[in-house]
């Protein structure tokens, strides 16, 4: 099984991570879209109803992830959302949890970790 017929929105304002994240990602064929802030990831999420994924980073300029994830999930609740974040303190995953995101994931992040973890959303690759 492959994701080609998969679309994961990448929320990241930091290109390094989003680099990271795009080479990781497309070689499972999922079609991958990057919103640069909170407010494009709500705007993707409007502009695109066929997303299956969102990555949101928590600490993005406008809009931050926890605001994002709200207005995302009014505009289509059924779509899973993954929280990641670099600063990653004690109670951050579960306040993260807590908020109504589905996962959590916190930077750096392994390649096998957000596989598996991707996977749990649209089906395992193997």
Do not use: H
Request: net charge negative; charged share 25%.
């Amino acid at each position: 099984m492959d994701w080609t017929n998969k679309t994961i929105l990448i929320a990241e304002d930091e290109d390094s991570n989003y680099l990271y994240l795009e080479a990781v990602l497309q070689k499972t064929g999922a079609s991958l879209i990057w919103a640069r802030n909170g407010d494009e990831a709500i705007d993707a999420c409007k502009k695109n109803p066929k997303i299956d994924l969102v990555l949101m980073d928590l600490q993005m300029p406008s809009i931050n992830g926890y605001e994002a994830r709200e207005a995302i999930k009014a505009i289509n609740p059924d779509i899973p959302q993954i929280a990641q974040t670099a600063f990653a303190m004690a109670d951050d995953e579960k306040r993260a949890l807590d908020s109504g995101f589905d996962a959590y994931i916190s930077k750096p992040i392994r390649k096998g970790n957000l596989l598996t973890l991707v996977g749990k959303f649209l089906g395992s690759l193997e």
